[in-house]
T-cell receptor, first 117, second 111 residues
């Protein structure tokens, strides 16, 4: 148990569906991240939030929409996804992000295994 | 483009064998370096990290890594592996506040 909880653990959705992934941490961290983990590819950083403000969007398609209502919760809203979006989506948190991330580490959730059919 | 390279996709070895996983990065300047491990069905866990000081870093479960700045490398080692070390191992580099990962190496230890 890392203190970062993701729900659901598994999700199967059609290309026309709308679904949301949830991430929650009670570690007192100020920064939260979404990563995409595809088979045999490096983890791809998607979004970074620091103190509820989005500070990074790594050219992610608009069918992925993040939301960070407070420092403890992070959502990833999914809409009209493609089969190639099937992957493991990982949430992480750390004490601070940008420039203050030195000398700290990120804690990861167990991920949501997403399958788009 | 900046990148993190892990040389082996899949390593298979027997218990008690020694393990070394290569990691090279292409960032210039100051970097922080990490190795994460992901056991089957579990979350990513930090094995060890390097921020500054002694380039030989010791982590959990008998793992160590050596930072060689001139080679832009941060190789992971364990002198004698156990069956329980079967997992996927990821090298990560923090540079200019972005934490970037290598593609990972799957390690299978046979009893």
């Amino acid at each position: 148990e890392t203190g970062v909880t993701q729900t659901p653990r598994h999700l199967v959705m059609g290309m026309t569906n709308k679904k949301s992934l949830k991430c929650e941490q009670h570690l007192g961290h100020n920064a939260m991240y979404w990563y995409k983990q595809s088979a045999k590819k490096p983890l791809e950083l998607m979004f970074v939030y620091n103190f509820k403000e989005q500070t990074e969007n790594n050219s992610v398609p608009s069918r992925f929409s993040p939301e960070c209502p407070n420092s403890s919760h992070l959502f990833l809203h999914l809409h009209t996804l493609q089969p190639e979006d099937s992957a493991l989506y990982l949430c992480a948190s750390s004490q601070d992000a940008p420039r203050e991330l030195m000398n700290t580490e990120a804690f990861f959730g167990q991920g949501t295994r997403l399958t788009v059919v | 483009a900046q990148s993190v390279s892990q040389h082996n996709h899949h390593v298979i070895l027997s218990e008690a064998a020694s393990l070394e996983l290569g990691c090279n990065y292409s960032y210039g300047g100051t970097v922080n370096l990490f190795w994460y491990v992901q056991y089957p069905g579990q979350h990513l866990q930090l094995l060890l990290k390097y921020f500054s000081g002694d380039p030989l870093v010791k982590g959990i479960k008998g793992f160590e890594a050596e930072f060689i700045k001139s080679k832009f490398s941060f190789n992971l080692r364990k002198p004698s592996v156990q069956w329980s070390d079967t997992a996927e191992y990821f090298c990560a580099v923090l540079n200019d506040y972005k934490l970037s990962f290598g593609a990972g190496t799957t390690v299978t230890v046979r009893a």
